[in-house]
């Protein structure tokens, strides 16, 4: 098989090289992202990348998450791109999974989507904003057992 042929076995990814990592699709991204529950917001604070963890979920096309005052807040009320990174990863097996979507980000002043969504913030504290971040790109690889 060569790079960029599709997988065998109706897997919606494609091979990258001989190494067994594989870049997902679209539509498997999208789908082990409603499946995940945890993930970290990705964004530049003070002229530094940061990841910051967040109980999340997928909703009307977006990702969702409560966050309080703060960096989250603020790159939200100003609109900004952000990164937003999931991932399972199995270091017995080493395999896994890593899914980065890439989008505008805004202040959501209707709950009702993340209500229905059962979306709830994880972390002690008040939490009392929603953010959203587009589904701007979306991309994602898996990486399958390699031989030690």
């Known amino acids: ?24 699709g679209r539509e498997t991204c999208l789908r082990l992202l409603a499946e995940s529950r945890i993930g970290r917001v990705v964004m530049a604070t003070g002229g530094r990348p940061v990841a910051l963890p967040v109980a999340y979920r997928v909703a009307e096309g977006r ?3 409560f966050t309080g005052v703060g960096s989250k807040l603020g790159a939200a009320f100003r609109g900004e791109v952000l990164g937003f990174e999931v991932d399972e990863v199995d270091p017995a097996t080493r395999t896994g999974w890593s899914v980065l979507v890439v989008g505008r980000s805004a202040v959501v002043y209707d709950r009702m989507p993340a209500v229905m969504a059962g979306l709830q913030a994880w972390a002690a504290g008040t939490r ?8 701007d790109s979306v991309t994602g690889r898996r990486v ?3 031989p030690l």
């Open 1 to 24: 098989m060569e790079p960029g042929e599709p997988s065998p076995g109706g897997s919606t990814g494609y091979l990258v090289g001989p190494d067994g990592l594989e870049t997902l």
């Open 63 to 65: 990702i969702l998450f």
């Open 144 to 146: 399958s057992t390699h």
């Open 128 to 135: 009392p904003y929603l953010v959203a971040i587009e589904l």
